[in-house]
């Protein structure tokens, strides 16, 4: 096979060592970068005539049948020897005596270590650091590898040696490249605070390069040999592989137009009903255009764990027919850790002590024998190689036909994977995306992208490293006392608008650096952990500020309990997801709820050549009953008793009708309980187990709950719609029979909505079915009616399904709400509390008679 890979991927793949620091997951924040940049171009700047700086430096060999181009760039080069040749040549044309082309002038015989032995380890690296001189010294040829650190170089007695190993391709490919029998190298370490130098460098021969070289391209080849092994059976088994069952009506009709969206590598919308199959007309012709050389890997993407099932469900039914795929299911980091408290301080966890010594030869044996590879597979073989599972994982992945998981393994700029996402975005991979439920992506977009700190949590960490004291402490206070000036601005209980944050800006770097320098100085003090978390969080923080653009509000806001807080909030993600998109070659975004789906398409990717289709509810409209009561209102305003005791008769009614099981969903826990107050004589009344929905339920408590709808026949329960229970949840047949929606689901009135209708307001949005720019439709009522169709959703899961949909409050009879309905709702009726008895067994006695 052929294969491009980075001189810094192949050497921090094959040549990686040591532990996984508890620090390890702080990204640097792009200020940070940039003085690393900065650093990069001082010295490089200062070299001379002869420093090269950003060589590029490529190389093509053959090895084990594969064909590896190992290509970077050197951050500087300084030749002599080169232009001391041109010279020559120039004497030798006007005279002078021409070079021997076969003689290459060498510098004196120089100390190295003995050659690699036959059988040698990848632990040779660190002997070849050994006589490194700290000096610069002079060199004809030298390849010079600048690390910019926030290590104290005193504490550096020796180069890592991954970064030896670097310097060592770029001093093979170019000694080649130039037919030089010898070469420096030189590792440059710079610290980025005080920008204190420090320097290690060498000779080494080219016959030893070279063998080095052929020894690391031999440990890749075989990775190569077990990818492609593995490639040849996939796609012989891609393509003769058939859809697994007949297509439902409407199933067929998404496959095709996500193949086409692969082929034309665009952007696809999909509205279509539950129970049509969604997720295996988007899986089926993901994986056959494998075949094409399309695609090289699927990342299903979900907001709930449970949706990770069903995707897993859909490829190990293609696999019961002869697929062969690789499929790694990420879980959480907490959840998939074998410590009984996470933390991974080497110090404490013997997994990531040493993890680096040992991953590979786990990730080898776990990638050559499992196909399907979840939680209960990746913690199995960390226990055995005593190494940490999430990492393990996230290496598996990349030798994985389809990533399961999070958004966030996307989109979320803390957590995205790095080992796919992380380069300058000019050339996608083979990526298709496919987002389920992807109503949800909205709202965890925007809390994605944006960031907060809040001043209190300053005080605390100077309080807790006061006894340090130093520089750390001088930055903690100068950031509170800026904190402190901006909150004297705000009025009391209420929130100010920021035109710039710039001064506050400016000292959370310095103080960013400072944090650096002291987890570098403090490595084992019992305030650790609190000081990483603050770490993290400030972190996040300056990425999002380097990111903020038009797209963004800035704000400062007095909390309820009096704490202040400082926001960048993402209003509209669209922008920040598109960059993500561009990762990849098509994503396909789907749901039941996608409605309107301009508002999605807007705030999702907002790109005019993306395409949307609307598939039809196969299931007969017959099935169904939808009722929209005219003479309830759950207005905040107008909510009092009376309404309570009107919401609470239309329950009567509904479970009066017929004997069943049914949900209720409240837009809040305060009203669930207002009118749970009436219903004390339900169970006795009407023969009916009451069960309610309550806060922070864990999962046995949502198993015993969702249970009760398996095991009984007249189930009244009492849920939150939004909630757990609104959505993701499948009880087919006589396990539900009936949704009663209170209301039309409005989110809370808070600052975010109060500067989100203002934000749209003042640009004027474009997904209004009436071309209206109302704010109040994307602050309020899009996100509201969402919940409204996933809770009503509930209802008909499959074509032999029959059900009542009753939704109470008289707006749902507005034509502001009515013309967001799906086309399967044209046949919605209007009712009242005189009424609805005579309508719900009409249909109940016309639903007997067919049966």
Request: some cysteine; aromatic content about 10%.
């Amino acid at each position: 096979m052929n294969i491009r890979i980075s001189v810094r991927s192949l050497v921090e793949f094959i040549f990686r060592s040591g532990d996984i620091s508890d620090s390890s997951s702080g990204a640097l924040p792009v200020e940070a970068m940039n003085a690393g940049s900065r650093i990069h171009r001082k010295l490089q700047k200062r070299a001379g005539s002869y420093y090269a700086s950003e060589v590029p430096l490529k190389i093509t060999s053959e090895c084990g049948g594969h064909v590896i181009t190992v290509e970077g760039r050197a951050d500087g080069i300084i030749d002599r020897r080169g232009t001391a040749r041109e010279a020559d040549g120039i004497a030798a044309d006007k005279g002078g005596e021409q070079p021997d082309e076969n003689k290459i002038q060498i510098a004196p015989a120089v100390h190295e270590p003995d050659v690699l032995a036959e059988n040698e380890d990848e632990g040779h690296v660190m002997d070849m650091v050994r006589g490194y001189e700290v000096n610069f010294g002079e060199s004809d040829v030298m390849i010079d590898e600048i690390k910019g650190v926030y290590r104290n170089l005193d504490d550096v007695e020796e180069p890592l040696r991954v970064h030896v190993a670097q310097a060592m391709c770029y001093a093979y490919i170019y000694a080649r490249e130039k037919q030089y029998d010898d070469i420096d190298v030189r590792i440059s370490y710079v610290n980025l605070d005080s920008e204190k130098e420090k320097f290690f460098r060498r000779n080494y021969r080219f016959g030893y390069l070279e063998e080095w070289f052929a020894s690391m391209t031999g440990k890749l080849a075989i990775w190569l040999d077990m990818v492609e092994k593995h490639i040849c059976l996939r796609d012989e088994s891609i393509v003769d592989m058939e859809f697994p069952f007949e297509y439902r009506k409407g199933q067929k009709e998404m496959a095709l137009y996500v193949y086409k969206a692969i082929e034309k590598k665009g952007n696809l919308y999909v509205q279509a009903p539950t129970g049509i199959g969604k997720t295996m007309a988007a899986v089926y012709p993901t994986i056959k255009s494998f075949v094409q050389g399309d695609v090289s890997k699927l990342f299903y993407l979900t907001a709930k764990t449970i949706a990770h099932t069903v995707a897993r469900g859909a490829i190990q039914k293609l696999m019961d027919r002869g697929l062969e795929f690789k499929t790694v299911i990420l879980t959480a980091k907490e959840k998939i850790c074998l410590q009984d408290e996470m933390d991974c301080n080497p110090a404490l966890c013997p997994y990531a002590n040493g993890h680096f010594d040992r991953v590979n030869e786990a990730l080898y044996d776990l990638v050559s024998n499992e196909s399907i590879i979840d939680r209960e597979i990746v913690r199995r073989y960390a226990e055995r190689y005593q190494v940490c599972p999430f990492e393990l994982s996230l290496d598996a992945s990349l030798f994985a036909d389809a990533v399961i998981g999070d958004y966030n393994y996307v989109f979320d700029p803390r957590a995205s994977l790095k080992r796919f996402f992380a380069g300058d975005g000019n050339t996608p991979g083979n990526y298709v995306f496919l987002v389920d439920e992807a109503h949800n992506l909205v709202d965890r977009a925007s809390s994605m992208y944006s960031a907060h700190i809040i001043k209190e949590d300053f005080l605390e960490l100077r309080k807790l490293t006061a006894q340090y004291g130093g520089r750390l402490t001088r930055y903690l206070s100068s950031c509170n006392r800026e904190l402190l000036a901006l909150k004297k601005n705000v009025p009391a209980e209420g929130y100010e608008v920021l035109p710039s944050i710039a001064g506050l800006h400016l000292k959370l770097l310095g103080l960013h650096d400072a944090l650096d320098l002291f987890l570098e100085e403090h490595g084992q003090i019992p305030e650790r952990k609190e000081v990483l978390n603050f770490y993290f969080n400030l972190t996040s923080f300056l990425n999002i500020a380097e990111i903020v653009d038009e797209n963004y509000i800035m704000y400062d806001e007095i909390l309820p309990d009096g704490r202040f807080m400082v926001k960048l909030y993402c209003v509209k993600p669209a922008a920040n997801i598109s960059a993500c998109l561009d990762k990849g070659l098509t994503t396909v975004f789907f749901s039941a709820t996608i409605l309107p789906i301009r508002y999605y398409m807007e705030m999702l990717s907002d790109c005019p050549d993306d395409q949307a289709i609307y598939i039809r509810s196969p299931f007969a409209q017959e099935n169904r009953r939808i009722l929209i009561a005219n003479d309830v209102t759950t207005r905040y305003t107008r909510r009092n008793d009376e309404q309570y005791g009107n919401i609470y008769s239309y329950i009567e009614s509904v479970v009066s009708a017929k004997k069943g099981n049914y949900m209720v969903f409240f837009p809040s826990y305060a009203m669930l309980e207002h009118v749970q107050a009436f219903a004390g004589e339900m169970e006795r009344l009407h023969h009916v187990k009451v069960i309610v929905q309550t806060p922070y339920m864990n999962e046995a408590d949502r198993e015993e709950f969702l249970n009760t709808f398996e095991t009984e026949n007249g189930v009244l329960a009492f849920c939150i719609m939004g909630g757990i229970f609104s959505e993701g949840i499948d009880l087919t047949g006589d396990k539900l029979v009936g949704a009663i929606v209170v209301g039309p689901g409005l989110p809370q009135v808070c600052t975010e909505r109060k500067l989100m209708m203002d934000y749209f307001d003042a640009r004027g949005g474009s997904a209004g079915v009436r071309g209206d720019s109302d704010g109040f439709r994307y602050a309020y009522q899009y996100p509201g009616i969402n919940k409204v169709f996933q809770a009503a959703g509930r209802v008909i899961r499959t074509e032999t399904d029959r059900g009542v949909i009753l939704l109470l409050d008289e707006r749902f009879n507005s034509r502001r709400y009515s013309e967001l309905f799906p086309v399967e709702w044209n046949d919605y009726e209007i009712c009242n509390r005189k009424n609805v008895a005579g309508l719900l067994e009409d249909f109940w006695k016309d639903k007997s008679k067919e049966n």
